[in-house]
């Protein structure tokens, strides 16, 4: 038997305590996720990594431009914490002013590649047939180009540049989004909350936007996570290769490739770019192993 309240022995006010409100499922994905160890890792490390990239202009103690011609390949010390490159300009500085770069690149790229994703997705897996033999032969195509060679043909037409590498991830990322979303609509839509909505009416797009996507989303947020990591993976790749951003910009990938001849004499130069990249992939990949674990039915149904 079911009752409104719980009767507290001794409470002279109403004599009922009442019951406490369920939280919703994000917010109760939230606190699963703050339980994980993965997920704190994760997020501490993305944290860190964000607030370097929105606070680079206070946090950074030189200019990362700057040239300091007598402060060449200088090791960590206490004016260079984390050393000087082969222009005595100061890593530390270099390497938070990165940080913003990797990040842009990355958010640019899945804002991109999700949108135009989910929403083929969406189509493909709904209204089928035709359509959706269409939308996935021409992702299939797409797939078929390595990413470095489609950044090289945007190089040729947009010039290398930042927005050139974000367009390139980007677009690389959008056969995997509608692939996902695709494999989330078809096994959606023949369930009965689909079937009850258009009994009464509703219209496809509403079915389909309103009622089936938002069901897909949990995968998708495991994968924002993946794609953000090989976004900038990929952006240090091409500016390693000069069609990511340009010098004197500091693009981790472009320091890596100014390092390679340094490194007998300089380690120091490879080291800490390569280090700040490393963070930032396994905090990445740490939060997307969290965020399937904590948005998976079957295990939320065990906490």
């Known amino acids: 038997m079911s009752t409104a309240g719980i009767q507290v022995p001794g409470d002279q006010t109403h004599g009922f305590l009442p019951e406490r409100k369920a939280d919703s499922p994000w917010v ?10 993965a997920g704190v890792i994760g997020l501490a490390g993305l944290s860190i990594l964000l607030i370097a990239a929105l606070g680079a202009d206070w ?17 960590p010390g206490p004016v260079y914490w984390l050393g000087t490159d082969e222009l005595g300009r100061d890593l530390l500085s270099r390497i938070i002013y990165g940080a ?34 269409v939308i996935m032969r021409v992702w299939d195509t797409l797939l078929a180009f390595p990413t470095i060679l489609l950044g090289v ?12 590498a974000a367009v390139a991830v980007g677009i690389n990322n959008i056969p995997t989004f509608s ?25 496809d797009w509403r079915i389909a936007f309103r009622h089936i996507f938002p069901n897909c989303i949990p995968p998708l947020l495991v994968q924002l996570a993946l794609a953000m990591a090989f976004a900038a993976l990929l952006e240090a790749s091409l500016s390693f290769l000069g069609l990511g951003a340009q010098p004197p910009e500091p693009s981790w990938g472009s320091m890596l490739s100014k ?42 149904s065990l906490d």
Request: proline content about 5%.
């Open 28 to 37: 109760a994905a939230g606190k699963r996720l703050l339980r994980n160890r």
């Open 59 to 75: 946090l950074a103690p030189f200019d990362p431009l700057a040239q300091h011609a007598r402060d060449r390949l200088l090791p």
């Open 100 to 133: 913003r770069i990797s990040l842009s690149v990355g958010l640019i790229s899945v804002v991109l590649g999700g949108a135009v994703g989910t929403v083929t997705g969406v189509v493909a897996g709904y209204w089928g047939k035709n359509l959706d033999a």
């Open 153 to 164: 043909v945007l190089a040729a037409i947009m010039g290398p540049g930042v927005v050139t």
């Open 179 to 203: 692939r996902l979303t695709r494999a989330g609509v078809l096994a959606e839509k023949e369930k009965d909350y689909v079937t009850a909505a258009r009994t009464l009416g509703a219209s």
């Open 259 to 300: 390092a390679q001849g340094f490194l007998r004499i300089s380690p120091w130069f490879g080291i800490f770019p390569g280090l700040a990249l490393a963070i930032l992939l396994i905090s990445l990949n740490f939060l997307s192993d969290a965020l399937r674990d904590v948005l998976d039915p079957r295990r939320a």
